[in-house]
């Protein structure tokens, strides 16, 4: 990929699922920085230490599932709501605007069209600082779908890719 890249092929390189140890390692023994990673990230794991390590090697956190898919009642989450009530906007929205704000790149997925033009209408309110602090003792610091320090996950996702 880094042939590709400085032959022009490539506009960027990126990776996902890297989580900060194996991120730090690769970063360390490439030449070109992946632009951006992308890993499971939403109000119920953070990643805020992953985060970290990402701004510190230049790596833009993009999140996949940034509504957990629906779990853990997700959408009717009474935090979620609550604050997202005093802005007239929906658990989602304030979701979404939350990472945003933690200067995370969202990608909601949906196949309802009314629901994409909502997941995108989050750019006139900006959450305060009591907002952002309750959203982040939603914190649980773990993955809702499964580990990839697992070595059977890491051997799962590979077979993906045959
Ligand atoms: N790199 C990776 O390992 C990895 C892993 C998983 C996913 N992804 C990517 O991450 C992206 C996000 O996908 P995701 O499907 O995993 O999770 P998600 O965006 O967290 O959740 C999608 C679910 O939320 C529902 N939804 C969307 N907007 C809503 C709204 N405003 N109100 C209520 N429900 C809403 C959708 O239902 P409807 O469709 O019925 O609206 C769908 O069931 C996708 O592009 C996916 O390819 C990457």
Redesign the pocket.
């Known amino acids: 990929m880094e042939d590709a890249y400085k032959e022009g092929w490539l506009r960027a390189i990126g990776v ?2 890297f989580y900060p140890d194996r991120l730090v390692d690769f970063c360390n023994f490439v030449e070109v920085k992946p632009a951006v990673n ?1 890993v ?1 990230t ?1 109000v119920f794991q953070q990643q805020v230490q992953a985060h970290e390590y990402m701004e510190k090697y230049g790596v833009q956190h993009e999140s ?7 779990r853990k009642d997700f ?1 009717t989450n009474p935090v979620l709501l609550g604050i997202g009530k005093k802005y007239g906007k ?1 658990a ?2 304030t979701a979404l605007r939350f990472l945003i704000q933690s200067g995370v790149i969202v ?6 069209k009314i ?1 994409m033009i ?2 995108i209408d989050v750019f006139d309110f900006i959450l305060d600082e009591g907002d952002m602090a309750a959203i982040r003792e939603l914190d649980t610091k773990e993955s809702l779908f499964f580990s990839h320090y697992d070595p059977s996950t890491v051997e799962m996702l590979t077979r993906l890719h045959r």
């Open positions: 996902s699922n992308q499971e939403h996949w599932g940034p509504f957990a898919e629906g959408f929906s989602a929205q990608i909601p997925k949906s196949t309802h629901r909502q997941n």
